[in-house]
């Protein structure tokens, strides 16, 4: 693991540089970097997004099965596995960006914790240790503000990515959307700044793609009913 943390580190190690060699910030570096990684993610979070609207619209149908079958454990599992199976999806796929993302925050975690081990421009050593608004050192935890938004962010995140998880036993799914942001506030206050810096602003932006995202899907969703109900007059009328 070791082995696998340090490979991320050093390969996260550069960009980094690069990217403080030309804007001579720190924060905004560590903020640069976020939106480099969650572009090169889009397609994943892109995927997520997707699977948990698909979710969120078999809630109806995975009611109407638990209530059939309330008293057959074994035939409600076996529908639910069938309807999921005809729509395309699972509930666990919204979790996969978040496994692959885990040994990029490991590596950023140690990248931050031991910066010269990974970075080696000598203007690094006191880059690590400059101020960010209220932040005096960000190679140092927060003790508030940044882990609260860190948990804040993590939960709306949460609840889009487990969205639909909670029927046909996804319960403790469900628990995780409530767990989740009060790890990652206890885990935000003793960690360096630059990480709880980096996790908030990555919730920010997958927010951000979900409203986007549903709100295109809205509108597709009202152009094909639009569409439908022109077609539906239109066969009247020939009936007619």
């Not at 580190?9 to 001579?24: K, N």
């Not at 309807?83 to 996969?96: F, H, R, S």
Request: overall charge positive; some cysteine.
């Amino acid at each position: 693991m070791a082995a696998i943390t340090g490979f991320f580190a050093t390969v996260i190690g550069y960009p980094m540089q690069w990217i403080y060699s030309v804007v001579h910030n720190y924060g905004v570096s560590i903020i640069i970097l976020t939106l480099l990684v969650r572009l090169c993610l889009l397609p994943l979070y892109s995927k997520q997004i997707k699977n948990s609207a698909k979710m969120a619209e078999l809630q109806p149908k995975l009611k109407e099965i638990q209530t059939r079958y309330a008293n057959n454990r074994e035939k409600m599992n076996e529908e639910v596995s069938k309807l999921y199976e005809q729509a395309g999806t699972k509930p666990t796929a919204g979790c996969l960006p978040l496994l692959i993302q885990l040994p990029i925050i490991y590596g950023l975690f140690a990248l931050l914790r031991n910066p010269l081990v990974y970075m080696k421009m000598t203007n690094m050593i006191a880059a690590v240790h400059e101020s960010f608004f209220w932040v005096t050192d960000l190679s140092q935890p927060d003790s508030w503000f940044l882990p609260i938004l860190a948990g804040i962010t993590t939960y709306f995140t949460s609840a889009v990515s487990m969205a639909g998880a909670e029927g046909a036993g996804g319960g403790m799914m469900s628990g995780m959307k409530y767990f989740m942001p009060i790890l990652i506030f206890l885990m935000g206050r003793s960690f360096p700044a630059g990480l709880a810096l980096y996790w908030t602003i990555g919730n920010v932006v997958m927010i951000a793609q979900s409203f986007y995202f549903n709100k295109k899907k809205a509108k597709e969703k009202a152009r094909e009913e639009a569409e439908a109900e022109v077609l539906k007059r239109m066969r009247k009328e020939g009936v007619k």
